[in-house]
């Protein structure tokens, strides 16, 4: 297996590349003429009214070291508004998917988020930038203050599966910042059409454009949550 560096501790790896071939292939083979915006490739142009965000490996740090937690995240937009999104675990065999308006789905069964209503009984997730070592702008202290609010953290490394098992009642609450769109796109509409809260660190209904951060919890963690990161 051939492992790229892209940055210190950011890596590519060929299944990266394979994986959004792959995808890109039959995406501009049925939808030529729609705006692509991948990970790798970057900016594939076309019809802006029409845009897929790509992850074609999301989780590529542990897939580098044989962790088995990672998946493949495409998200498809028109006139600006998230209108489908799917999200695959392959070690799981597992398929989150939403569309807008419709619900959102586990391998064609209805998912809804957890009901704990109180974050002394919330498990959490979040996940830490890749210029953590430089930008001290870097969720750490929100990583030590909500771990002592809370039943736990988890930090495993997917952000699109984070907010699939916030959607589904793994995790009651997620939390990251500096994401890229193709990382929640399509895991954040997941979530928002099971019933999460989706909003920015701040609570901005905009968790898209930059700056971006997002905060996903179920309708009771949320307030709790965003009381916690914002001070307010």
């Given at each position: ?7 210190v ?9 394979r ?31 029409r ?41 799981r ?63 495993l490394?997917?952000a ?6 916030v ?28 019933g ?5 660190m ?31």
């Amino acid at each position: 297996m051939r492992v790229d560096h892209k940055g210190v501790i950011d890596l590519v790896t060929e299944a990266d590349r394979r994986s959004e071939e792959f995808l890109l292939s039959h995406i501009r083979q049925r939808f030529p003429d729609d705006y692509i915006l991948t990970e790798e490739r970057g900016e594939l142009p076309g019809s802006t009214s029409r845009i897929w965000y790509i992850d074609p490996l999301d989780g590529t740090v542990n897939y580098a070291h044989g962790l088995p937690i990672f998946s493949v995240s495409i998200a498809y937009a028109i006139n600006g508004e998230m209108h489908l999104g799917v999200v695959y675990d392959p070690m799981r065999d597992e398929c989150f998917s939403a569309q807008s308006g419709a619900g959102a789905w586990l391998n064609g069964s209805p998912i809804h988020p957890s009901l704990t209503a109180d974050l002394d009984h919330a498990l959490l997730v979040t996940g830490f930038p890749y210029d953590i070592r430089t930008n001290p702008d870097n969720n750490l202290d929100h990583f030590t203050h909500l771990s002592l609010c809370s039943q736990g953290v988890r930090r495993l490394g997917s952000a699109a599966l984070d907010l699939s098992y916030v959607a589904c009642g793994r995790f009651d609450g997620f939390w990251e910042l500096r994401l890229n769109v193709w990382d929640v796109a399509a895991g954040a509409l997941v979530a928002r059409e099971a019933g999460a809260l989706v909003t920015s660190m701040s609570g901005a209904v905009d968790y898209l454009s930059p700056p971006q951060s997002i905060l996903a919890a179920n309708p009771h963690v949320h307030p709790l949550m965003l009381r916690q990161l914002t001070g307010k």
